[in-house]
């Protein structure tokens, strides 16, 4: 559920997010270590697993090594609520990160989903930033899914958890009224908790932003696309990474490493009554990678 959640937003702020791009299929090799790899392209989406015989901390090597640099696939994990199917939940993944969604339809998609599914994080990777992504699941039936082709894998959790997650470096809090707690820099390498603790849905994206760029200069390029007037020219680098969507109450750690300069994080899930991103809300950082 990421950048292409933009497209309910004017021209300009949609730049602020890179779309996946084509690219040709690679089957990763097992990341030492990790659960699970998995490898994203444009086009596919392939788990080194499905089947996890330990809960409680599930780690995922995930990483995107063939598509263009400046370029990002998302990787999410969810379970359908009650009455509702994982195909349902795929479909409306898919309708909230496309091209040509409205505002009114962003809206009433991220309400269902909402309503629909219980979402554990994930990652959100460029070629320059693969990382670990480690999720809290415990024994159950869970689903994969891609933001590229949007494939769907069922992924098994089963037994103790054996597991313990590294001891994160900086922590990122999702709170009440689409604002982020975020410090006000980050180490360039290390454990990053991130945890939603509000009543909506949200995922943090790292993006590097151009070299000579300050908060209050992201603060006014914001505020124009917010208003709906252009910009400009996204200050980006084209390096970015983060998680995926946490439903309220979820955390997950992030294992990075990434060039050192300043960034922005945002969270580019459309608002259940307006469709706006929260990050034209007020939902974003400006916290510089050290
Ligand atoms: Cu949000």
């Known amino acids: 559920m990421h950048k292409r959640i933009l497209a309910a937003l004017p021209a ?11 690219a040709s299929a690679a089957d990763p090799a097992a990341a030492p270590g990790a659960d699970v790899t998995v490898s994203l392209t444009a086009k596919a989406f392939h788990l080194s697993t499905t089947k996890v015989t330990h809960s409680g901390a599930v780690s995922f090597a995930v990483s995107t090594p063939t598509v263009p640099a400046d370029e990002t696939v998302g990787f999410l994990v969810f379970k359908p609520k009650k009455g509702y199917t994982s195909k349902q939940i795929a479909g409306w993944i898919r309708v909230v990160s496309g ?54 894998r069922t992924l098994t959790i089963s ?46 994206f790292l ?37 995926d969507v946490l439903s309220p109450g979820q955390s997950q750690l992030l294992t990075y490493s990434a060039p050192a300069g300043p960034y922005g994080g945002f969270c580019w899930v459309p608002d259940e009554t307006t469709g706006m991103p929260h990050a034209l809300m007020g939902m974003w950082a400006f916290s510089p990678l050290k």
Request: charged fraction near 15%; aromatic fraction near 6%.
């Open 99 to 152: 091209d040509g969604t409205t505002p009114a339809q962003a809206a009433a998609t991220t309400r269902k989903l909402h309503a629909g599914a219980t979402f554990y994080g994930g990652a959100d990777v460029g070629k320059a930033t693969p990382l670990t992504a480690w999720l809290t699941l415990t024994p159950g039936t869970y689903y994969a899914i891609d933001e590229a082709s949007f494939s769907v």
């Open 159 to 204: 037994g103790a958890a054996t597991h313990t997650a590294p001891k994160s470096t900086a922590t990122a809090t999702m709170v009440d009224g689409e604002r982020f707690r975020l410090p006000s820099t980050l180490p360039k390498s290390g454990t990053l908790l991130v945890k939603n603790t509000s009543d909506d849905l949200h995922f943090l």
């Open 12 to 22: 300009a702020a949609l730049l602020l997010a890179a779309a996946p791009g084509a």
């Open 207 to 243: 993006e590097g932003l151009k070299k000579g760029s300050t908060k209050a200069k992201l603060a006014a390029f914001l505020k124009l696309a917010a208003a709906g007037k252009n910009p400009g020219p996204p200050p980006l680098t084209g390096i970015a990474f983060g998680t």
